[in-house]
């Protein structure tokens, strides 16, 4: 009895034994939880990166990944691995693909899972090049810079004459936009030169005259290989407003949409040469750059106004003597004179036919009078700037800014004592157009205040 209760307590535990055995064995005889994830790795879209996983995972197996490219016959497409990504680079196109993952591990059956991937090709956009005319222009203030005749280039019925910039400075300050993003403007202030069919005669300055008073939205197209500008926009013009490509207005009511200009650009980029053929004759304009300046470079002239000039026992203090108001125009011969900085580094005093004279000059009392040498421009000078120490240094006989008299050791008693030189502290505003200039001639100092003309 007891080896029979044996017997059957043995086929029992075997009994329970097979089907937990079997239920292992099902387990582990397959790959579980295969997939991968895919990712762009470039920023044109064109290489992915494929990591496959499994779960739980194993490091033992396999895994191949086909990235499905039907241009390929040599499975270069085709990568091993363990575990870590495996990348490949499509051809530069939107194509969709088909990646397939499949994981192999010795004893087990290959498992393979697949995907579409979609390649969208990113074409990055070439930069587009500036316009060669973008930037701002004016009419360039020289006699001939506007005129009309019969021909192309031919102003013999009119031009204007160099008195006609001063006349028409409110036509010769008026500003031509070309925008970087292909807008228009005509900046014209608060006044522009008008004419008999705009309702002033005879023509005069005045306010703006709609529509060519930039108050509608303009485009540009430069065309450089036909030698073109066209611009879009009722009321945008070039030059003249009553120039269009069929006639001369008589209204400003009659203004086109549209007008295109012969434009040639010169070789250094800075001046445009514009025709256009209204029809009975044709107009021509020629427009300059307008630079931003660098640095001091340009011409510049005391300040028109009390205070411009003054001496002091410290620097910026002109409690021993400074200009009033009136001196401005009593000194007018002071106050008009020029100092021009070049851009290759050459300097110039252009005092004209008269500036302030003093004792020391050999006038006495001090009025205008013909400039003295050495300080009469007749040398050669240059200059040398350093905005970082705030210095001008002026190298020549003769050449000064301000008053010729103050030098960097005393106020000058004869013409005959110039020094070759002079270094002035300068203090350049943030607009760059206006120059505090500050000298130590031993006992005290002269502070000048200069504009850019």
């Not at 990113?122 to 701002?136: H, N, R």
């Not at 004592?417 to 005290?444: H, K, M, R």
Request: glycine share 10%; charged share 20%; with cysteine.
């Amino acid at each position: 009895m007891k080896l029979l209760n044996k017997g059957i307590y043995i086929l029992s535990f075997l009994l329970l034994s097979i089907p937990f055995a079997c239920t292992e064995e099902e387990d582990f005889s397959i790959i579980a939880g295969l997939d991968f994830t895919v990712a762009t790795l470039n920023a044109d879209g064109t290489k992915a990166g494929v990591l496959p996983t499994t779960v739980p995972g194993d490091g033992r197996i396999v895994y191949t990944v086909d990235f499905g490219d039907p241009a390929v016959t040599d499975d270069s497409d085709v990568f091993q691995t363990s575990g870590p990504l495996v990348s490949y680079t499509y051809p530069a196109e939107s194509v969709t693909y088909t990646i397939t993952v499949t994981a192999a591990l010795d004893g087990k059956e290959d498992v393979s899972v697949t995907k579409e991937h979609t390649v969208i090709y990113a074409v990055e956009e070439p930069e587009t090049p500036a316009s060669p005319i973008e930037g701002t222009w004016k009419l360039s203030p020289t006699a001939g810079a506007l005129g009309v005749g019969p021909n192309k280039n031919d102003v013999s019925w009119w031009s204007n004459g160099t008195a006609d910039v001063a006349t028409r400075a409110c036509l010769f300050d008026d500003e031509y936009v070309f925008n970087a993003d292909g807008s228009f403007e005509n900046v014209l202030g608060s006044d522009t030169w008008l004419e008999p069919w705009q309702g002033t005669n005879p023509e005069a300055c005045g306010a703006p005259v709609f529509p060519h008073d930039a108050s509608t939205a303009a485009t540009y197209t430069y065309d450089a290989a036909v030698g073109t500008i066209t611009l879009n926009g009722k009321g945008a013009f070039l030059g003249l407003a009553k120039a269009t490509n069929t006639t001369q207005l008589t209204s400003p009511a009659d203004a086109p949409d549209s007008v295109t200009y012969l434009a040639e650009l010169s070789a250094d980029g800075n001046t445009l040469e514009i025709d256009i053929d209204y029809g009975s004759g044709w107009w021509s304009f020629t427009l300059v750059r307008d630079v931003p300046p660098v640095g001091v470079e340009g011409t510049w002239e005391l300040s028109p106004t009390a205070g411009a000039l003054g001496v002091g026992p410290n620097k910026n203090d002109v409690s021993w003597w400074s200009n009033g108001t009136a001196d401005v125009a009593t000194r007018a011969c002071l106050f008009d004179d020029e100092y021009v900085f070049n851009a290759d580094g050459s300097f110039e005093n252009v005092l004209g036919s008269d500036t302030w004279l003093e004792p020391w000059q050999g006038t006495n009392p001090e009025a205008c009078g013909a400039p003295v040498f050495p300080h009469d421009a007749s040398t050669a000078a240059t200059y040398t700037y350093d905005a970082a120490v705030g210095t001008i240094t002026l190298n020549g006989k003769g050449a000064f800014l301000g008053l010729a008299k103050a030098t960097n050791t005393t106020q000058l008693t004869s013409p005959a004592d110039a020094p070759d030189s002079v270094t002035y502290l300068a203090e350049l505003s943030a607009d760059g157009n206006t120059l505090e200039i500050d000298i130590n001639y031993g006992d005290g100092w002269w502070s000048y205040t200069l504009v850019r003309k």
